[in-house]
């Protein structure tokens, strides 16, 4: 994002970089275009691996997360998945 002419980074926090896999994902499903071409490009591959990734993340962070980081991940986890069926189906 851009703020008077200068690049203004998201805070660092955990619901942050869930949300940078989040996007990943749907990049890599095809669900929001390239930036640089403008084209819808999927990569199953990569969205499954994202996905993994996310879960591996759930179970290595379990009772140490705030009850607003684990329903965010859960739901994210939950709406990648079904998302990622619907497209691969």
């Given amino acids: 994002m851009w703020k008077d002419g200068k690049c203004v980074l998201p805070e660092v926090t955990f619901t942050a970089f869930i949300m940078?896999?989040?996007?990943?994902?749907?990049?890599?499903?095809?669900?929001?275009?390239?930036?640089?071409?403008?084209?819808?490009?999927?990569?199953l591959v990569l969205a499954k691996h994202t996905i993994d990734t996310l879960n591996l993340l759930k179970h290595k962070t379990k009772g140490?997360?705030?009850?607003?980081?684990?329903?965010?991940?859960?739901?994210?986890i939950f709406d990648l998945q079904m998302r990622f069926v619907r497209v691969s189906g």
């Fill in 20 to 43: 940078s896999l989040n996007t990943s994902v749907l990049y890599h499903l095809g669900e929001i275009k390239d930036p640089v071409t403008g084209n819808l490009e999927k990569d």
């Fill in 64 to 76: 140490n997360l705030t009850s607003e980081e684990d329903e965010i991940l859960a739901a994210i």
